[in-house]
């Protein structure tokens, strides 16, 4: 599965934002999807993760209420929308495929294709 990771910039605190993670392949429907970031000098973390049917989704306490996760099947695609951007959410914003179970579907080592990321930089 090849991922490609897009919607990234530079917004004002309190801003919006919306990524999107195309995946090239058909099987896409079958896999969870997940969200992790990498500040600068920081270990990459998890976001956000979804199941494949929608039925299951996690987020980290940092982003609860503010971020949505979201998967479209039919077009291949996982969205994380962004709102009330702070300073601490810059990071590289990375999508990740793979076929955790529910109680691993916050570990990064579970997931098997990667994204490239995208930078968000939340800075006034």
């Known amino acids: 599965v090849q991922l490609q990771a897009s919607g990234g910039g530079l917004v004002q605190p309190g801003a919006s934002l919306r990524l999107s993670c195309a995946a090239s392949?058909?099987?896409?429907?079958?896999?969870?999807m997940g969200w992790f970031r990498q500040a600068p000098g920081k270990e990459r973390e998890f976001v956000a993760a979804?199941?494949?049917?929608?039925?299951?989704?996690f987020y980290a306490d940092s982003v609860k209420g503010r971020f949505t996760i979201s998967r479209d099947n039919a077009k291949n695609t996982v969205y994380l929308q962004m709102n009330s951007l702070k300073p601490e959410d810059t990071a590289v914003y990375y999508c990740?495929?793979?076929?955790?179970?529910?109680?691993?579907?916050?570990?990064?080592?579970?997931?098997?294709?990667w994204g490239q990321g995208t930078l968000v930089t939340v800075s006034s």
């Open positions: 392949e058909g099987t896409f429907g079958t896999y969870v």
């Open positions: 979804i199941k494949w049917s929608g039925s299951t989704i």
């Open positions: 990740a495929a793979g076929r955790p179970i529910n109680s691993a579907m916050r570990s990064r080592a579970m997931y098997n294709y």
